[in-house]
C-alpha cells in the first residue's frame, strides 16, 4: 500500500443498505482499480477507470457503482442489488502503461 | 484471451527448505507477469516482475521467478523458506497494449517449524 488508502478497515451493514468504500492515492497515477476477494476464487475485477470522468465495467459490476470526479479518489457503493456483497474489497492504481498495480490495505465487508 | 493457472492450491514446507510455486499463463501475444504476495487481512505487495530482458527476475524477500516462453511459465521460487513467508502468493499477467492484470487463483504457502 504506502500512499493508497482505503477505509474503514471493517465495515457492517444491514441486508437492504447501500454502503461506500472509499479508496484515495496520494500516487498520481492515472489508474484505479476494484477488486472482490471470495476464499479460494482469487481477485475478481468489478470497476476500473483510467482517466477522470470515465469509468469501465469488470468481470462482476452487476450491484456495484462508481465515481471518478477526482483523480486520486475512487468510491465503490455496494448496492442492495448485490446478492453476496460480503467479502474482501481491495483497491489499486496503476500509472498505465506497464500494468504494474499497487494495492490498498482492503475493506471488509460484512452484510447480514 | 489470456488466463493464468496456478498449479497447486496449498503448499507446505518446513523451515530453511526451498520452494517453488508454479504458474503457467496463456496468451497469443507477448505479456508482463508479475508476482505478489498476500499476508492475512492485507492488500497485495508486488513481490517481482518480468516486462522484458533477463529472464530470472529477483524479487524482494530473497524470492525470485524464471520466464519460460517455450513453456509460458513463470514459476516463482526461494531457497530457503522462513516461518514469516507464510502468505498467499498470487501470480497475474498482462498484455502489453491495453490490457487488465488477470490473476491466478492464489497459492497457500504454509511454512512449518
Known amino acids: 500500500d504506502g500512499g493508497i488508502t482505503q477505509s474503514p478497515k471493517y465495515l457492517f451493514r444491514k441486508e437492504g443498505q447501500n454502503v461506500t468504500l472509499s479508496c484515495e492515492q496520494n500516487?498520481?497515477?492515472?489508474?484505479m482499480y476494484w477488486y472482490r476477494q471470495d476464499p479460494g476464487q482469487g481477485l475478481r475485477l468489478i470497476y476500473y477507470?483510467?482517466?477522470?470522468?470515465?469509468?469501465q465495467k469488470g468481470d462482476i459490476a452487476e450491484g456495484y457503482s462508481v465515481s471518478r470526479e477526482k483523480k486520486e479518489s475512487f468510491p465503490l457503493t455496494v448496492t442492495s442489488a448485490q446478492k453476496n456483497p460480503t467479502a474482501f474489497y481491495l483497491c489499486?492504481?496503476?500509472?498505465?502503461?506497464?500494468?504494474?498495480?499497487?494495492f490498498g490495505p482492503g475493506t471488509r465487508l460484512t452484510v447480514t | 484471451a489470456q488466463s493464468v493457472t496456478q498449479l497447486d492450491s496449498q503448499v507446505p514446507v518446513f523451515e530453511e527448505a526451498p520452494v517453488e510455486l508454479r504458474c503457467n499463463y496463456s496468451s497469443s501475444v507477448s505479456v508482463y507477469l508479475f508476482w505478489y504476495v498476500q499476508y492475512p487481512n492485507q492488500g497485495l505487495q508486488l513481490l517481482l516482475k518480468y516486462l522484458s530482458g533477463s529472464t530470472l527476475v529477483k524479487g524482494i524477500n530473497g524470492f525470485e521467478a524464471e520466464f519460460n516462453k517455450s513453456q509460458t511459465s513463470f514459476h516463482l521460487r526461494k531457497p530457503s523458506v522462513h516461518i514469516s513467508d507464510t502468505a498467499e502468493y498470487f501470480c497475474a499477467v498482462s498484455v502489453l497494449q491495453g490490457g487488465k492484470l488477470i490473476f491466478g487463483q492464489g497459492t497457500e504457502l504454509s511454512v512449518k517449524p
Open positions: 477507470s483510467q482517466i477522470v470522468n470515465d469509468f
Open positions: 489499486a492504481v496503476s500509472e498505465g502503461v506497464v500494468h504494474e498495480q499497487y
Open positions: 500516487l498520481n497515477h492515472d489508474a
